[in-house]
């Protein structure tokens, strides 16, 4: 059983100093991609803590109990990824019901959490990692988190930049991936926490 400070620990570790996207570089695509306006930003991060939170004790659990039981540990990635598309089908169900301003400012990246390596990236780390269901748990939300963190500072900086004087070179994309860059080495500053 994880004590509170192995778990706040987790909490701090993965959400600022191993945070996903700034220092493992996963889930790039709905990053750069979706963080034009911070609404939309936020309604992506939500939609990502919630699937990664939930995939991470689901695949915790089918983990534990199913794999390790029977000696399926092998089957463990394709397992994890039925289980992501399921989740991602319920949100984007959820989404287009009830809110659909955010499911048409999401479009295509919605559908595309199902292949978002920063999901199963989580969940393979909790097993790697040898985390227990609670701990996997804790970690996916903080790993999200991070991500939310992450792709809301970059929103809010776009908006601002937008209105900046630009040299054409600069314009576009990679005025993005040099924000994105420099939010990267701040994010470094993090790792003394630990």
Not at 139 to 147: D, K, P, Q
Not at 163 to 179: A, I, Q, R, W
């Amino acid at each position: 059983m994880e004590t509170v400070k192995e778990l706040l620990i987790i909490l701090i570790g993965s959400s600022l100093v191993s945070n996903v996207v700034l220092s493992q570089f996963l889930g790039l695509c709905p990053f750069l991609g979706v963080s034009k306006k911070t609404n939309t930003a936020m309604g992506m991060g939500s939609a990502i803590i919630f699937v990664i939170t939930l995939s991470s004790a689901l695949a915790g659990v089918i983990y534990e109990f199913v794999l390790v039981r029977f000696g399926l540990e092998y089957l463990q990635t394709i397992v994890f990824i039925l289980v992501i598309a399921a989740l991602v089908q319920f949100v984007e169900m959820f989404l287009k019901k009830f809110m659909k301003s955010l499911y048409q400012a999401l479009g295509v990246y919605l559908p595309l959490i199902t292949t978002n390596c920063a999901v199963l990236g989580v969940a393979l780390t909790n097993v790697q990692k040898e985390y227990g269901i609670l701990a996997g748990t804790v970690n996916g939300f903080a790993t999200a988190l991070g991500f939310t963190i992450s792709i809301v500072i970059l929103a809010g900086l776009r908006e601002k930049m937008a209105y900046n004087d630009v040299p054409e070179s600069f314009k576009g994309m990679p005025h993005v991936l040099l924000t994105a860059g420099l939010m990267a080495i701040a994010f470094c500053g993090f790792s003394g926490l630990l």
